[in-house]
């Protein structure tokens, strides 16, 4: 080994031939655990490659399991090549004592320093995974504790259970003691639960967190998760995870930090299997909160999953020869031209503080990891989230200067916004009562600004409190109405408890404040047992559970604010006073525009109550704005 050290592994270029593109292949030669990594480099045509294996895996370590990732040598050719350390940890379990394995692993099989290599190689990256014999997915070693060899075990009793009708409680317990027995576990009843926990804990792993992964695991034609020496078909995690998160006595144990990442997956899964996919932009919003150690590719590693991303479409392909804001201000270029619609311009964006300096305002910046929900975002089947047409049924026709910085688009301005609400900005991974009191404490500031609980009417003659609860959730379709509102006026009722604690101030006191709360949790807990009810998610309850869910979507990261004419709107997180809002042409939900000498900045997106559905607009007021 020390001799070989010497001498450096360097790669050979890829040419492509008439025979098609080609790829390497790495045959992993078979060895001990405690033995150094040893491997011998192909190059393959991918039309007729030998049968091979390809990994998933994730190149940073973040979570509960951290592996320094720093470079670590193994020996290729005879020749040393450094590897991250989670690549090679990976490989270690992959390897076979007694036979080569032939994989395919991004980290080894594309020069990661060459970036017409990389350019090349990385469109072919769909191909790749999905012509693989088996796609392995690894998501680490197992822990100190053991939590991930309990939570694959009970993946497989949780697929089976999905098949099954009208699952219940004591079933779900059972299954977590059938496999809590198996591993000799005593006093399995009151320890059932603990197997779910360390199901959704299995979800905090890094490997769901990282944006290739969608492409890669969704592509698969057979895949298999790994973790530590214990493995499940990928198939039958997704119904077990499917399974679970329809259960209502397992919300007490989501972390919704974790498990938005999931259930991406799990989205993007169904719409292939469905048929034609997603588009571009709704890939990109869906899968926003995964990383990458190059920003670049939070656009590239989704490109082979849309249906609109070909040469007679979008036209965007993966190309690391260019700066990132480039590449950004060509994508939202070309999805303003050829979507027919201005749902980018919903796109949450960065702080105007700390935006991108050379990034247009009109172009998301995709690198930013944000949770805020656009009012244009759809589901896997295309259909809106929140059915809005603000500018009635007007086409889009925007325009750009030479330069591409500015973006012209015609439409009219409806107010300007004059007092701004606190901005809904509550960790999720934080204490539960800790989250009742901000909670509350940005419900309390909303209704001040917008006068909720005044006795005066609305600019369409509704009751404000009405209008309250209704922009707090991004509105509703008039069939959803009285369920909706029946369910705010049942969160309300739990809710005064806390409102009492601040009205004499003991937010500021914080110990006081806890106790207290948990004094209002056990006497709403014991009151709607008494009447024989579960009242709402602060107690335990589920009654409310969509009307809480939705305004969970809805005003994440937003204010509540309040325009010169009397309009109450739900904005994006950096409306400031003095912003103004307007309705744009093909446009589906007004937007948040600040004037910058002689053009505008965009602001964000919002939802104003009475103009959602083209109440305010008229075509023949519109004129041209000019976002900078």
């Known amino acids: 080994m020390d001799s070989l050290c010497n001498e450096r592994f360097s790669y050979e270029r890829i040419s492509t031939t008439l025979n098609g593109p080609a790829i390497r292949l790495v045959e992993l030669l078979p060895g001990s655990r405690d033995q150094i990594l040893e491997c011998k480099m192909m190059l393959s045509f991918l039309e007729d490659s030998p049968a091979y294996e390809a990994l998933s895996y994730t190149w940073v370590n973040r979570g509960k399991i951290w592996i320094p990732n720093v470079p670590t040598p193994i020996i290729c050719d005879n020749k040393q090549l450094d590897i991250p350390k989670s690549l090679e940890t990976a490989l270690c379990h992959l390897r076979n004592p007694q036979e080569s394995r032939l994989i395919w692993a991004d980290a080894i099989c594309i020069n990661q320093q060459d970036d017409d290599e990389k350019t090349h190689q990385v469109r072919l990256m769909r191909d790749i995974y999905r012509r693989a014999r088996r796609v392995n997915i690894w998501l680490g070693p197992q822990s100190q504790s053991g939590p991930g060899e309990l939570a694959l075990d009970l993946v497989r009793h949780l697929a089976a259970a999905s098949k099954e009708p009208d699952p219940d409680i004591r079933q779900l317990m059972q299954l977590g003691s059938q496999v809590l027995d198996s591993h000799g576990v005593q006093d399995r009843d009151s320890n059932a639960i603990t197997v779910y926990t360390a199901f959704f804990e299995l979800l905090e792993r890094p490997w769901f967190t990282r944006t290739w992964i969608v492409q890669e695991a969704v592509v698969a034609s057979n895949a298999l998760l790994l973790c530590g020496t214990k493995s499940v078909p990928w198939m039958d995690f997704l119904d077990a995870f499917a399974y679970s998160i329809e259960q209502p006595s397992l919300m007490n144990i989501l972390n919704p930090d974790t498990i938005v990442y999931a259930l991406g997956l799990l989205s993007a899964c169904r719409a292939v299997q469905r048929g034609p996919g997603q588009r571009l932009l709704d890939l990109l919003l869906q899968h926003r909160q995964c990383g990458s150690s190059d920003p670049r590719d939070k656009v590239f590693a989704l490109c082979g999953l849309a249906n609109d991303t070909g040469p007679n479409r979008l036209n965007i392909k993966p190309d690391y020869r260019r700066h990132k804001v480039e590449i950004f201000t060509d994508v939202a270029k070309s999805i303003l031209l050829r979507s027919g619609d201005l749902d980018l311009l919903s796109v949450p964006r960065r702080s105007t503080a700390s935006a991108e300096v050379d990034l247009p305002s009109w172009a998301p910046d995709w690198s930013l990891q944000h949770n805020q929900t656009s009012f244009s975002a759809r589901d896997i089947s295309g259909n809106r989230l929140f059915p809005f047409k603000a500018s009635k049924d007007t086409k889009a026709d925007p325009k750009f200067s030479v330069d591409d910085k500015l973006l012209s688009v015609k439409g009219m301005f409806i107010d300007h916004v004059t007092s701004v609400g606190s901005l809904h900005e509550i960790e999720t991974g934080s204490m539960f009562v800790t989250k009742i009191s901000k909670e509350q404490t940005i419900i309390n500031n909303w209704e001040r600004v917008s006068g909720a609980r005044s006795w005066a009417r ?52 914080r110990k006081t404040y806890l106790a207290a709360s948990w004094v209002m949790l056990a006497n709403s807990a014991m009151s709607d047992a008494f009447h024989k009810r579960l009242a709402s998610p602060l107690s335990g309850g589920y009654t409310t559970w969509t009307f809480a869910t939705r ?51 965009l602001v964000g997106d919002a939802y104003v109550h009475g103009i959602m559905n083209g109440d305010a607009f008229e075509e023949n007021k519109c004129e041209m704005i000019w976002i900078v």
């Open 551 to 601: 305004m969970a979507m809805a005003a994440s990261q937003r204010r509540m604010v309040k325009t010169r004419k009397g309009y109450m709107a739900l904005a994006a997180g950096d409306t400031a006073v003095g912003d103004s809002v307007a309705l744009v042409q093909g446009g589906q939900v007004p937007l948040v525009l600040r004037q910058v000498g002689y053009y505008w900045q």
């Open 458 to 509: 609305y600019i369409n003659g509704e009751k404000m409190l009405d209008v309250f609860w209704q922009t707090l959730i991004g509105g509703c379709v008039p069939a959803e109405y009285n369920e909706l509102r029946d369910q705010f006026f049942e969160f309300n009722r739990t809710i005064k408890r806390f409102r009492m604690l601040h009205y004499v101030g003991l937010q500021n006191y």
